[in-house]
């Protein structure tokens, strides 16, 4: 895969997405936005397959993780919508929910979503490290959510800041326009890990491993289920659930991740 705005590297199982605008701390365009739902859209249509990707990766260029939306985008926008329009649209809210699809894509994906976390991790930024699955930020990681010391609303990004913090500490950090070290973000649960720069990619290898550990079709079940498990009364879902744990316990990723426990090897979806 080619892009303008993004660099796709393919591990093995792991397709690493870096977020290239390094002239501008990675600051997400429109064009990164599209681009990033297309490698995501790629990468899921392999799901099922031999050579199948079961694992993102999200990290930015030259230090820096993503500075936000684009001022650009967003100054044409508004230039757009004082000139009125024949359509009715609304420039302005068309851009800004672009940003939330993506974010709805990342979040609803198969596939496990790992985020490393470096430098700036700033408005849309923040919003990808709040739906990643696993979120690993470095000692050099400085969160900023700034809209509302601009005079605008996080809005995309407020109902996954909610999911991942909770009500009380989100709308802390709203209120304040918040500014969080890497420590902070830690400490509240915005990031999973907090490691030294030198030993980021040991820490992803770990996750990895981790990961690949499972079996992906259980583990896309299980992110569907828990999705629907965080809008819903718990007995509400206990015939579904017993129906997904029914159809997984009788498929072959059962019989062989049993059979691999007994025989004490390894399952067959575990990479060399």
């Known amino acids: 895969m080619t892009f303008e705005t993004i660099i796709a590297r393919r591990q093995g199982p792991a397709l690493e997405l870096t977020l290239n605008r390094p002239e501008s701390r990675n600051a997400m ?35 820096h ?36 699809h993506l974010c709805a894509a990342f979040a609803n994906s198969p596939l496990a ?12 930024g923040f919003g ?11 000692e050099t990681a400085s969160f900023r959510l700034p809209e509302t010391s601009l005079g605008v609303v996080p809005a995309q990004i407020a109902p996954f800041l909610v999911e991942r913090l909770g009500y009380s500490q989100a709308k802390r950090l709203a209120v304040t326009g918040g500014r969080l070290d890497a420590a902070a ?31 992906p079709g259980a583990l896309a079940a299980t992110k569907a289920l828990m999705a629907k498990a965080r809008l819903q ?27 691999a426990f007994l025989q004490k090897r390894k399952p067959n979806w575990v990479p060399g």
């Open 29 to 63: 365009s429109l064009a990164m936005v599209a681009e990033l739902q297309q490698a995501l859209a790629q990468a899921e249509q392999t799901v099922g397959s031999d050579d199948a990707v079961r694992v993102i990766v999200l990290r930015g260029a030259a230090g």
């Open 65 to 100: 993780f993503c500075s936000g939306g684009d001022l650009k985008d967003m100054a044409a926008a508004r230039m757009r919508a004082m000139q009125g329009g024949a359509d009715g649209t609304d420039p302005i809210a068309e851009v800004n929910a672009r940003f939330g």
């Open 128 to 138: 990808l490290a709040c739906v990643a699955d696993v979120a690993i930020a470095t």
């Open 233 to 259: 009364a718990p007995a509400s879902l206990i015939d579904e659930a017993a129906a997904v744990f029914s159809r997984a316990a009788q498929g072959p990723e059962a019989m062989e991740g049993m059979g």
């Open 113 to 124: 979503i790992v985020a490393l976390l470096e430098g700036t991790v700033m408005g849309g």
């Open 185 to 215: 973000a830690l400490r509240i649960g915005l990031v999973h890990q907090q490691v030294d720069s030198g030993q980021l990619q040991a820490a992803l290898e770990a996750v990895l491993a981790d990961i690949l550990a499972c079996g």
